[in-house]
């Protein structure tokens, strides 16, 4: 095997990971001081006033246990919602190290380096993962600008480039996707769960996922958002003879009798190998 | 302020977040098993061979430090040249505990699932994060599918419904961005520090701030591909009288004389506000 096969390595990136926080713990402290003082210094526009009010919506879309700790008085109104709606946890108060007693993850959003600082190595000490906003050094990860369509989620990062140009890439990314391909996803998802039904045995794992490669391969996006259940299974019975119908066919089964013979021609049949 | 304004939660996501482990230390235990394993149970295609291999790259993309912890026989061909190469610290025999010792991540790839826990609740008594391929409730993130152009990272995650899928829309996503999108994410980088160098002061960071959002506003990727060193000076003119040229103006100062007035008209400037 001769080295030029193996791609090469292109540093100064990041690790870009779907970080499971399902029913952990996440610590938000603050909630708002960062927009107000930066308001002060001058910006007009606006944007820092979701730091914090975005994080929460992150974490909470990944389905995180939230717990914000900050000061009413000055708490960003999105924030403000969110306590008041119950999605978040909420200790009107500012920030004390047992806060961070069995907890997964900190986020802050505070006006103050010397308490973020003071948190952040409070976070190390205990091994927490923490990201001390507008202090990348004090950061074990960043966000990304993230276009979310049901199961589907593209993050992009610029590694600090460009922030803006990472929401603008993101809204290109999300114009040009076909309109409907959560919802291809989720039939894929659907099938993959039915086709553990009828081959449940975990040595059939590498057949599920040969066949369910070739699948993925044969339908175009728009042919997988336009199955519907019956179709699916139809689909099924090609699995266990190992192959997969041509879409036109697969849609044509449903009007006529099919007699389950395969001829096995590759008019009829896509995804060999 | 009206509740609708905020945005609903939509939880079964995961947080995506750009992992920072630059210089930080990753092990990686296995470097094949997984795939020869996989491949006497009967999968024929060879997708899980490249478990390890593809793990070490993501982590080397991200300047991490990597320390490979498997027996020689049996190795990966793709990680047995990053050994040879030098890009990764190599210890030649099966994992011991001691291994966790200063290490900020953990992955696996090993055919032993009584290993594999093992490993999972060491990392987890030691609160490092860590993923065993293949047994999703022992992970603490998911890999997705990553294109990369230079400082631009998209990662496409399904969730776990359709890995294949992933690569799909991945692939798609890459065909349907502008060429140099990587290089004019750079080159906003570049005009940011150029930025910070003429206005240096930190209670000027909003409006640099500003300002830059008005550029990537301004421009179209394709403009901000074609801009070179002398258009960013000629850029950074506008700055303190906080204005953006259009570009087609911008272009035309290299060929002209220019004497810095501004007539303010909307024709000439854009991105208020």
Redo the contacts between chains.
């Keep these: ?1 001769s ?1 030029e ?3 090469e ?13 399902k029913n952990k713990r996440v610590l938000v402290v603050g909630g708002g001081e960062v927009c107000r003082a ?1 308001l002060r ?5 606006g ?1 820092p006033s979701k730091v914090a ?1 975005g994080r929460i ?8 246990k939230v717990t914000v700790v900050s000061p009413r008085d000055g708490l960003n ?2 924030v403000a ?2 306590i008041e709606k119950g ?1 978040v946890d909420y200790v009107d108060r500012k920030f004390e190290p047992s806060d961070l007693d069995n907890v997964d993850m900190v986020l802050t959003a505070v006006d103050d380096p010397e308490a973020s600082s003071q948190i952040w190595k409070l976070c190390k000490e ?4 923490a990201n001390i906003a507008d202090v990348p050094p004090e ?6 600008s ?1 276009h ?1 369509d049901g ?12 922030p ?2 990472a929401n ?2 993101r809204r ?2 999300a114009t ?2 076909p309109d409907n ?1 959560g919802e ?3 039939k ?2 659907k099938l ?1 769960q039915m086709l553990r039904k009828i081959a449940p045995k975990p ?1 059939e ?3 599920r ?2 066949w ?2 070739k699948v ?2 044969a339908y175009s ?1 728009e042919d ?1 958002c336009e199955m519907n259940e019956e179709d699916m299974e139809a689909l099924l019975q090609f699995y266990a003879p190992d192959k997969v119908p041509r879409f036109g066919c697969l849609k044509a089964m449903k009007n006529e009798a099919f007699d389950g013979s395969f001829d096995g021609s590759f008019g009829f049949f896509v995804g060999w ?1």
């Design positions: 095997m080295e096969q193996f791609p390595v292109q540093g100064g990136g990041s690790l870009i990971l779907a970080w499971q926080i930066i210094r001058g910006a007009t526009n944007w009010a919506l992150n974490v909470l879309n990944a389905d995180a109104p999105e919602y969110r999605q205990r091994r927490i993962a950061c074990d990860f960043y966000f990304g993230v979310r199961p589907l989620q593209v993050m992009v990062s610029t590694n600090g480039k460009g803006r140009l603008i890439v290109s990314i040009n996707l391909v291809a996803i989720e894929v998802g993959r040595e794992g590498p057949k996922m040969a369910m490669i993925s391969d996006l997988l190998g």
